[in-house]
Structure formats: C-alpha cells, structure tokens
C-alpha cells in the first residue's frame, strides 16, 4: 500500500516541481502545501506537538504551552503545535490549559478573575518535576508571532465558539491566518449546521477541522457528510479506550477501510492522536497505542507505526521528536528541502527502534 502512495507521489510531481524554488524559501510554505494537498503525500506522516510539545522521551523538559516548548518542536522538525487558548478578566487571550494555574504555574486559583497584569506574575512549571521556570505566561499573539513564518499552530478553543472570530482577527492582523488551524468536535447535523456558519462568517483564509470520535460515531458515512458540507483538510478520529479495553488491533470503526477511501476521494489527512491525558489509562484516544507504548514500552511500530499504517498522515503527540526520528528512520517522512534524507543515528534513536 505505502509503495502505491510513493508512485503517486512520484507520478505527481510534475504538477508542483515548478513552484519547488519558490516554497523553499519558507518552511511554513512547503508545510502548507503538504497539508493543503494529503494525496500527494500519502507516505509522509506529519506531526503535531500536543500542547506545544514539552516531553522528550517520557520526562517533560519544557513547560507545556510554552515559547521553549514551541522552539524545541520546531527544532524537531514538528509541522504543526497544538496550543489551549483561554481569556484573562480583561479580555486579552492567553495560552493555558486548565481553567486553573494550580498544576502549571507558580500561581494557584482560577484564571478567569485575572487580569493580565496580574498573570504574569506566574511562572510557567515543567510538570512533573514542578520545576518553576523564567517563562511566564504568553498572550495568543505573543505565541503566534513567535510561531510566523516557522509553523502551522492548531488552536484547541476552551471558550465557546463565539471566541474564534476574535482569535482569528488576532492571526489576520499578524499577517498569518493561513498559519492556524481551528477545531470543534461535531456528532450530528445540528452540529454541522453550526460549525458551517461559523467557517462562514470567519472567512476562508483560515484552515478548519472536524473532530469525530467514535463513542458517537460509528460509521465512516458521517464523515462523509461533513466533509460534503464543509470541506477540510485534515479529520481528527478518536479512537476511545476505556480502561479494560486491550489495544484495539484495527483502529476501531472510523479507521476503517472506508473512510481511507473518503479520506482519499476528499483530499483529506487522517490524523490519530497518541498523547496522554492525565489520569486516564494510556493511549486514551488511540485505542490505548499511544506515546507510552512508543516509550515506556519501547514499541514505537505498535504505537506510531500502527496508525501510519491504518492511513494516518497527521499524528498528534507529546513526543515530536521521538517520533519524527523513528517515523523518518522507517521510511513514513519525506525530508523537506534542506533536509537530509534521515535523522542521524542517536543514541535516542537507537533507544526506539
């Protein structure tokens, strides 16, 4: 099957060799075309860094939604972060995920009631260790200006979804709407209908994607359906696990032979999630082959290989740069221009394989 996808690409070279100079230049330009156009890179698996991406080989070494964490991900070579966006009191959007500072600042209470005078007095803390750090909390367009030019930047909204017209403004005025990716989980028609008016008001320079999980869907048809109505490009599947489940041994309904045959008509990416959720068991929203089977247990094929193999071309993690090592070793990245054609035999990556 991956030989398949490598043909095409090769066959289907022709149509972008002539732009090759002019997206060389830009490493968000040669990102975007890849993810602009997933069937003519079926054999490449595109990551994104969860939470920015702050473990490296199961300890956490940044803050998570952190500008170290963001620097290290793009070092790696990470195609896309994925930062949790709240508000303070007076309105500014900051970068965190809990509604409170207890577990990843210096701070303890809510965030809602402060302003951002008074959030920035917190630290940002590597988990964990609880290791306070000079970093302090960053405003969206802090974040995003430091991303310009370098990454594609997924936004997971914890607001409502009257938020996303201001978050994107923040983008637009950057110059670097093209640069995110914006999200909502959607279940039925109703749902749809919503996620519709709300691409539609915010304008088409922004990338939108559909979550789908298959505790409420189970067939790849609906996929189907909201792809017709609102064409995208890339579908987040979740694949659930519940705490007695074993590993799922085929991705579960929407991994199916089905939707990678939508997934192809439509000119979409598949992208799998493999990062872990505290308090819940391993691989939580992957069927339980998540970073901890690539890690802990040394077994990357049954965790990253497996989902590559089941049509996955976008996987979301906490490790980007343990898995763009042993994806590119076993032949599921294709280098980008100025890249050499693999990773260099580490002492970390020799760990993995």
């Known amino acids: 099957m991956r030989m398949f996808w490598k043909s095409l690409l090769l066959a289907c070279t022709c ?3 002539a732009n090759a100079s002019a997206v060389a230049g830009n490493r968000v330009d040669q990102i975007l075309q890849r993810f602009e156009q997933a069937n003519l890179w079926r054999d490449h698996v595109m990551i994104v860094a969860h939470r920015a991406g702050g473990l490296r080989s199961a300890k956490a070494l940044y803050p998570e939604n952190s500008l170290a964490a963001l620097e290290a991900s793009i070092a790696d070579g990470a195609e896309m972060v994925e930062v949790d966006v709240r508000r303070s009191a007076d309105g500014i959007f900051i970068v965190m995920h809990d509604s409170w500072l207890d577990r990843t600042t210096t ?3 809510e965030v809602a009631p402060r302003t951002l005078a008074e959030l ?11 290791a306070a750090t000079a970093e302090h909390v ?12 370098r990454i594609l930047v997924n936004i997971d909204n914890k607001l409502d979804r009257q938020a996303f017209p201001e978050m994107v403004a923040i983008a637009r005025g950057l110059g ?3 640069q995110i990716v914006i999200k909502e989980n959607l279940w039925n028609e109703q749902r749809l209908a919503g996620a519709q008016d709300m691409v539609r008001e915010l304008g088409g320079d922004v990338h939108f994607m559909p979550i789908i999980a298959d505790d409420a869907v189970h067939e790849p048809a609906f996929a189907e359906t909201v792809h017709s109505g609102l064409p995208s490009n890339a579908m987040e599947l979740i694949n659930w696990r519940n705490g007695a489940d074993m590993l799922t041994l085929a991705g579960g309904p929407l991994f199916s032979n089905r939707m990678r045959a939508a997934a192809v008509r439509g000119n979409w990416h598949i992208w ?5 959720i505290v308090n819940k068991p391993g691989g939580f929203l992957s069927g339980g082959r998540g970073d901890e089977l690539a890690t802990l247990a040394g077994m990357p094929a049954e965790s990253w290989g497996f ?7 976008i996987i979301q993690t906490d490790e980007p740069g343990l898995a763009i090592e042993w994806l590119a070793a076993n032949g599921y990245r294709i280098p980008y221009d100025g890249e050499s054609d693999g990773p260099e035999e580490t002492e970390r990556t020799a760990r993995i394989n």
């Open 307 to 313: 989902w590559a193999e089941r049509g996955a071309t």
């Open 120 to 130: 920035r007095q917190c630290r940002l803390v590597v988990e964990g260790s609880g």
């Open 15 to 17: 149509l972008f060799s």
């Open 176 to 178: 670097m709407a093209h």
């Open 107 to 109: 701070c303890k209470g």
């Open 138 to 149: 960053s405003t969206l367009a802090e974040f995003l200006l430091a991303a310009k030019g």
């Open 272 to 276: 799998a999630n493999t990062y872990a």
